[in-house]
């Protein structure tokens, strides 16, 4: 009797350490074995490059680290919101809003709601991605050359709703050129806002809009601007020099260039300017988890190029940390500066 109510004990004892330990086999907060299991990783609406390249790394990490990546549509805006209040562990965002995430700048208002008043905090940068050009399209047939050229002229501007990078940017660069939706008004013309980049697209083409805020990709045709062409060739705005200056110091964009040929309408390489890709991670991943991510994109970045957006083709380390250091951005997640700063790329 004396022996069984030791072995009891024993137990007893041994089921209590289990429970303290975590050895049951759940979900434990802070165990970095537990935090490769699953990863919700929000993106942008189906059938986009976002899209395309979270799922691109879904696939990529249940191969290599035998990690579920749960992969849910999203937008630059809400997906920072997402990861900050714990509801994702990754996001795309632009790198346009870094500034305004970081310090407290209003970037959006929908009702009550002002988007980013108040610096995030759960947040940081894991890598840089693909890159998403943002033009001033008019007809081809237009008056107008330049941006500096729409100034204090009556043109119909066609952009779109709060929220919307493809408004964000455009704007910061009218104004660089002297021009506001103020200013357009009082020269006799209209500001239109369209929920979609298509609608906008189809104005010009049906010349009910002189000028139009439009975001594509530098190394690929957009399907869009196709079907502009079977109606009517396009051109592309200039930036002024200082304007490009002035907006690049505000925000940590790059400067790009749309090839001559990407379509038939573009006559000669044209200067733009460009966002970048920005993924984002929770402020409280671990350092582990963190560097296992990266170095599997790393390792497969031709199945990235394939999956997820031909312009990671060659990506190095250097390319997925090319914003390192410019301007006002949120905080460089401490195991990717570490594992960044093992390969050499800062």
Not at 324 to 346: D, M, R, T
Request: net charge neutral.
């Amino acid at each position: 009797m004396k022996n069984t109510k030791i072995l009891f004990l024993l137990i007893g004892i041994f089921a209590l350490t289990c429970i303290l330990a975590g050895c049951g086999g759940g979900k434990q907060e802070g165990n970095s074995s537990s935090q490769l299991r699953n990863l919700k990783f929000v993106s942008g609406p189906t059938g986009t490059t976002w899209y395309s390249q979270a799922s691109a790394f879904a696939g990529i990490a249940s191969k290599e680290l035998g990690l579920t990546v749960d992969v849910l549509t999203g937008s630059a805006i809400s997906n920072v919101i997402q990861v900050e209040n714990g509801k994702a562990d990754l996001g795309l965002t632009f790198s346009s809003y870094l500034p305004a995430m970081t310090e407290g700048k209003v970037v959006a208002k929908i009702g009550d709601e002002e988007y980013f008043k108040e610096p995030v905090k759960n947040v940081r940068t894991l890598c840089n991605a693909t890159t998403a050009a943002y033009v001033l399209l008019v007809s081809a047939s237009s008056p107008y050359q330049t941006v500096s050229d729409l100034k204090d002229k009556p043109i119909k501007y066609v952009t779109y709703p709060v929220g919307f990078t493809g408004r964000y940017v455009p704007e910061k660069i009218l104004e660089a050129h002297g021009i506001t939706y103020e200013s357009i008004k009082a020269a006799g013309g209209k500001v239109d806002f369209v929920g979609k980049y298509q609608e906008a697209i189809d104005l010009l083409a049906k010349g009910q809009a002189d000028v139009v805020a439009y975001t594509m990709a530098v190394n690929a045709q957009a399907a869009a601007l196709a079907e502009l062409e079977s109606q009517k060739e396009f051109r592309i705005l200039k930036l002024d020099e200082e304007a490009i200056k002035k907006v690049t110091s505000e925000l940590p964009l790059i400067v790009a260039t749309v090839p001559k040929g990407l379509h038939k309408s573009i006559k000669e390489d044209t200067k733009v300017l460009a966002d970048v890709t920005t993924w984002v991670v929770r402020a409280d991943m671990p350092d582990e988890t963190v560097a296992k991510i990266l170095e599997a994109i790393l390792k497969n970045m031709d199945t990235m190029a394939q999956v997820g957006n031909s312009e990671f083709k060659g990506f190095t380390a250097k390319d997925l940390i090319r914003l390192y250091g410019k301007g006002s951005q949120i905080p460089l997640h401490p195991g990717a500066e570490k594992f960044f700063k093992e390969k050499g790329a800062i």
